[in-house]
């Protein structure tokens, strides 16, 4: 089993006052102007905002989204875009976080001890190790939903 995100923590955060996707300056969780936004590509800086409101290593954060430590520098120095398969894939991110914080009413601590440990519907992996592909994400929100009403197979 990967052991990468096995030491992350969440203990520097305190409670939010708004959902991870307004944290991370992302226009909307869904609809049009999200779409409009992935299409056009995300700032940068949402990479570095989330690595602020998560705690997390930025190497991990990229590592998950699919965007290597190279390309992450030449947006940077570029045009200060993410490209939209790399904005997609960090509105993935952050749209399962908020799901995970949900089902733990508001509590993103405990969202995000969570979302790194292994669980057991999951086949023992951890729900942000599937967060890189889209199918793994398609699973980890499912079992958000069976957690959310008590569907526990």
Request: glycine share 8%.
């Amino acid at each position: 089993m990967n052991t990468k995100f096995s030491g992350l923590s969440s203990s520097p955060l305190q409670q939010p006052a708004t959902p991870l996707w307004q944290s991370a300056g992302l226009p909307a969780s869904s609809g049009i102007s999200l779409i409009n936004a992935i299409q056009k590509g995300f700032p940068v800086d949402s990479i570095s905002r989330l690595n602020d409101e998560l705690g997390w290593p930025k190497m991990v954060l990229l590592e998950v989204m699919g965007i290597n430590e190279r390309n992450f520098a030449r947006r940077k120095a570029g045009n200060g875009l993410l490209k939209s398969d790399e904005s997609e894939r960090v509105a993935r991110l952050v749209r399962t976080i908020d799901a995970a914080t949900d089902l733990f009413e508001g509590d993103r601590m405990a969202a995000l001890e969570w979302i790194t440990r292994p669980a057991p519907a999951l086949a023992g992996s951890r729900p942000l190790e599937l967060l890189s592909s889209e199918a793994g994400a398609v699973e980890v929100n499912r079992l958000i939903g069976r957690l959310e009403y008590g569907v526990f197979s």
